[in-house]
């Protein structure tokens, strides 16, 4: 809870410096801030309590909630030349995304299914009016519009679900939910009423929805698309892990084994969100659009965790961070290109490696990392993931899954291929510092977890 308060409390702050003229210090302020509380769990301060359980502190939380903050302080140090046009609004920028930062760890130290709500409601707010902050825009108000009906649908289908979990145990508590559940499960209903398992049904396809896995993906490529290019990569990262993180935590929680009909479900949900991204990535053009499928077929990926979910805490927490940290590195290279050619398609990309070899190479490497490719831990975070899965004799998917980790190198190399093997076709200006710097800070922790990935992996 403390972690809730101070980075709720830093969001404050935000807004509290505008008012007497103090916006210069608002970023570095942040920064230093989200490191103090990243140091919080170890330190003796007597926690704030659980509130009745409302939140819980396991190993589970603290570990996505230092990763969500490490990201958040890069998305951060991005803000202010992206937003240099908007300096009077800057305190606004900071402070949704510490709003958005409290929303996600609320998402993954939850012991109550009010809170997960409220967390996840928090979250998809700060992202709505993120997405429609460029009011001039007319692409970034669509985007704010569709992800909004769509965010809206799903927070109703998650709210549904938890009203009639709720009505089958009396609780929202997800401890006396699995004790309600029993040993029989959701998938054994004998003595559970039907709707406890309509209720699962209904939070896992509005939890499919926030983390924009197939069929349940059309809004991500036009939403990041039309979004302005560092909302994109908040969402691409920060938001799509914390929904992951927040769907693996909510069925391990509340159930002791997953049904094989609904892991049949899951199975296919899996393949298609694999396939489809991957082959749909291929053949697109602009960039962020490119990686909005490449961030299906990871959700993709991701989901085959729940092949094995007691076993599978570290591995997924391990992916999420390769994941995350590539996707930084590679939109800070895509801010760079998109402000200097106002255009965000594969082409601005031309003779990149001739002119800034420094930004060509961290995309190159965030690339060969979302593309499995060793040393980088991009490699590692698949492997330890198939491994698992080969150990649940689950071989038809691992099998899907190499083929797709194949196909996603065609689309991540063309990109390489335009930097590298095309003349330049646009003059680029100085890289900004704060660019730099978090790119070579995300690409250097991406190569240090491929070579050290047990750093992660024991966390938890």
Known sequence: MNT??????????????????????IVPVTIIGLLAVLGLPYMNIPDAGTFNNMIIQDSYGKAFSMLFIVL???????????????????????????????????????GNLAMFFLGIEVLSISLYVLAASEPKNIRSNEAGMKYF?????????????????YG?????????????????????????PNWFFIGMVLLTIGLLFKIAAVPFHFWAPDVYEGSPAL???TMST????????????????????????????????????MTIGNLMALVQVNVKRMLAFSGISHAGFMLMVFFNPP???STLFYYAAAYALAGIAAFSVVLYVSSNTKDENIYSFNGLGKTKPFMAAVLTLAMLSMGGIPILSGFFAKFFLFTHVLRTEHIGIVIVAV?????????????????????PTTEMQKVPVAYGVVAALSILLVIALGLYPSYLLDML
């Open 4 to 25: 809730l308060i101070a980075i709720a409390g830093l969001g404050l702050i935000c807004l509290i410096a505008e008012i007497f003229n103090l916006r210069k210090a």
């Open 72 to 110: 958040a302080i890069f998305l951060i140090a991005l803000s202010p030349d992206f937003h240099k046009e908007h300096k009077p609004k800057i305190s606004d920028f900071v402070a949704i995304k510490l709003f958005l930062l409290a929303g996600a760890v609320a998402m993954v130290t939850f």
């Open 149 to 165: 009906l769509m965010g809206a649908f799903a927070s109703g289908i998650i709210l549904f679900g938890i009203a009639l979990i």
């Open 168 to 192: 089958a145990t009396g609780s929202f508590d997800t401890t006396e939910i699995l004790n309600s559940a029993g040993a029989n499960n959701f998938g054994m209903r004998e003595n559970m």
């Open 231 to 233: 909302t994109t990569a």
């Open 238 to 273: 920060l938001a799509k892990i914390a929904a992951m993180a927040a769907f693996f935590k909510l069925m391990r929680s509340m159930n002791i084994t997953v049904p094989g009909a609904y892991m049949t479900i899951i199975s296919v949900i899996s393949i298609l969100s």
């Open 311 to 313: 076993a599978m805490a």
């Open 403 to 423: 083929v797709n980790s194949i196909i996603s190198i065609g689309y991540y190399f063309k990109l390489i291929l335009a930097m590298y093997g095309k003349e």
